[in-house]
């Protein structure tokens, strides 16, 4: 089963608000992180945060992390149009670098 | 070019046909993964590998076969396709700061 559960499944907004999505995972990790995907491409990695941080930040993204409820949120500030896509929590576990995804969040941000 | 490549981009084939897909990144990387994406929903790991000759089983690894033996090219082949196996198949590589980089995908359909 996935390691990681995102939650909403979807999520519609209008340009300016800001978007959360939170993400739930099963096992103890070395680290997580958030993955964006457009329509019909690949994955493309927006951020890392590690078991021993908290919160991180990268331009408009910022990313909690919760060990003790195995939950993690992005938030994006001041949507733009352009941040529409789906968006993925991903986790390594303790064992290795076998990266593990959720079922991911598809936002829209209408203009 | 630098990156990670995968070929085809799109493949129709027919049920019991064998198929390849091919996957090539210049960075040499250690590990790269094979998911599998069915429509609207998350990324499924088939099977991964930690270096040249160093292969193991996802969480679908049944119907699939991998090899690697060079460091840049992992390829992913279905012995005997099914239906089932339409879907999105993406290839990635960790990087040195964990963090994956994904192929643009191959599309296939079984038919």
């Known amino acids: 089963s996935q390691q990681g559960e995102e939650d909403p499944q979807a999520l519609s907004i209008q340009e300016g608000e800001n978007a959360t999505m939170n993400c739930s995972y099963k096992t103890s990790i070395n680290n997580l992180q958030w993955y964006r995907q457009n329509s019909g491409r690949g994955l493309v990695h927006l951020i890392l945060i590690r078991s021993n941080e908290r919160e991180k930040h990268s331009g408009r993204l910022r990313v909690t992390l919760d060990t003790s409820k195995k939950s993690s949120s992005l938030l994006i500030t001041a949507s733009r149009a352009a941040d529409t896509a789906s968006y993925f929590c991903?986790?390594?576990?303790?064992?290795?670098?076998?990266?593990?995804f959720g079922e991911g969040t598809q936002l829209t941000v209408n203009p | 070019d630098a990156g990670i490549t995968q070929s085809p981009r799109y493949k129709i084939t027919e049920t019991g046909r064998q198929v390849t897909l091919m996957c090539h990144q210049t960075?040499?990387?250690?590990?790269m993964f094979w998911y599998r994406q069915d429509l609207g929903h998350g990324l499924r790991l088939i099977y991964y590998s930690a270096a040249a000759d160093i292969t193991d089983k996802g969480e679908v690894p049944d119907g699939y076969v991998v090899s690697r033996s060079k460091t840049e090219n992992f390829p992913l082949t279905l012995e005997s396709a099914t239906r089932s196996q339409t879907s999105v198949y993406f290839c990635a590589s960790l990087g040195g700061q964990a963090e994956a980089f994904f192929g643009q995908g191959t599309r296939l359909t079984v038919v």
């Open positions: 991903a986790t390594d576990g303790t064992s290795g670098s076998r990266l593990t």
């Open positions: 960075w040499s990387h250690s590990y």
